[in-house]
C-alpha cells in the first residue's frame, strides 16, 4: 500500500516591526526595530537596535511611521525585507 504524499508547507517567513527612520531613498525605507536583552556579565537590560533596510514599492511609508516588514527573497545588495502594511502613521504617534 503506498501512502499519500505530505506537502512540506513552505518555510516559516519572519517579521519584524519597526519604526521608519530614513525615506530618502527610492522605494527604501530604513526602518529601526529595537528589543531589551539581558547583558551576560552586568545582568542589567541593554536596548539592542537593528537597522534595516526595506522595499516600499509604492514610497508610502514616511518618517516616524510603525511598519511591519517581511523577510523576501534578496531585492537588491542590502535589501532582503518588504514592508507589508503601515500599523501606524507618525503623525498619529
Not at 16 to 34: A, E, N, P
Not at 56 to 69: F, K, M, P, Q, Y
Request: with cysteine.
Amino acid at each position: 500500500m503506498t501512502e499519500p504524499l505530505v506537502r512540506v508547507p513552505k518555510t516559516r517567513r519572519r517579521y519584524f516591526t519597526g519604526v521608519v527612520v530614513s525615506d530618502k531613498m527610492d522605494k527604501t525605507v530604513v526602518v529601526v526595530s529595537q528589543r531589551r536583552t539581558l547583558h551576560p556579565v552586568y545582568k542589567k537590560y541593554v536596548m539592542v537596535s537593528k537597522r534595516m533596510k526595506a522595499h516600499d514599492a509604492n514610497n508610502l511609508a514616511s518618517i516616524g511611521d510603525t511598519v511591519r516588514l517581511v523577510e523576501s527573497r534578496p531585492i537588491s545588495k542590502d535589501k532582503c525585507w518588504r514592508v507589508v502594511e503601515i500599523l501606524q502613521s507618525g503623525e498619529d504617534r
